[in-house]
């Protein structure tokens, strides 16, 4: 679909960018390129610093952390046409991540200069508010986080996953949604055949 679409037309479809004008469109289009990337391509690693603000236009992505043992720690998905950037801190020219970030589907990404992006637009107060709740997103995403890994017993844990995430749980195998609730196989089953 991205394929036949121009750069601005992909642009003007996003929610994100809805309040601009079509002139801040195509100023926005000339700083932006849409590329597609496959399946388990690393879209960027934790603490590394980016020059581009990137958009999942369409596949699934999940950001995770690796702990002092290797293990990976599931934070939370990224659904198409959401921002896959994390914003800490707009004064900056370039964006730090938090998180790692894995495609897991086939996806295409809007990457925008971000210098150019803040010069245009964040320094003149535009898109101040999407950015806000952008902020607010991630901040329920870290809540929810806090809730799954600290507060939820394996009950919750799976219950929140199936109401929230269905299409993913019937799309991943038990063993990924076991590490993904941070519970054992065996306890997944458990759960799976309490719940029926």
């Known amino acids: 679909m991205y394929k036949t679409m121009s750069t601005k037309k992909i642009i003007a479809s996003l929610d994100f960018f809805s309040l601009l004008s079509e002139e801040q469109i195509d100023q926005l289009s000339s700083i932006s390129v849409v590329n ?9 690693y934790e603490r590394k610093e980016n020059n581009s603000l990137l958009f999942l236009l369409s596949g699934l992505a999940k950001a995770y952390k690796i702990d002092k043992h290797n293990n990976e720690i599931f934070l939370h998905y990224i659904y198409e046409n959401s921002l896959i950037s994390e914003i800490s801190n707009i004064r900056q020219d370039t964006l730090n991540s938090f998180s790692n970030i894995t495609l897991l589907e086939d996806s295409h990404i809007l990457q925008i200069d971000y210098k150019r992006f803040k010069e245009i637009f964040l320094d003149k107060g535009y898109l101040c508010s999407e950015f806000t709740n952008e902020i607010i997103l991630r901040s329920q995403q870290l809540q929810s986080l806090i809730n799954r890994e600290f507060i939820f ?4 844990k799976v219950a929140m996953m199936l109401h929230d995430d269905l299409e993913i749980f019937n799309k ?5 949604i076991s590490l993904i609730l941070h519970i ?5 089953s458990r759960v799976l055949n309490r719940l029926k």
């Open 153 to 156: 017993n394996s009950v919750v």
């Open 36 to 44: 597609k990337y496959p399946k388990e391509y690393v879209v960027h």
């Open 184 to 188: 054992q196989p065996e306890t997944l």
């Open 172 to 176: 991943l195998k038990r063993a990924e």
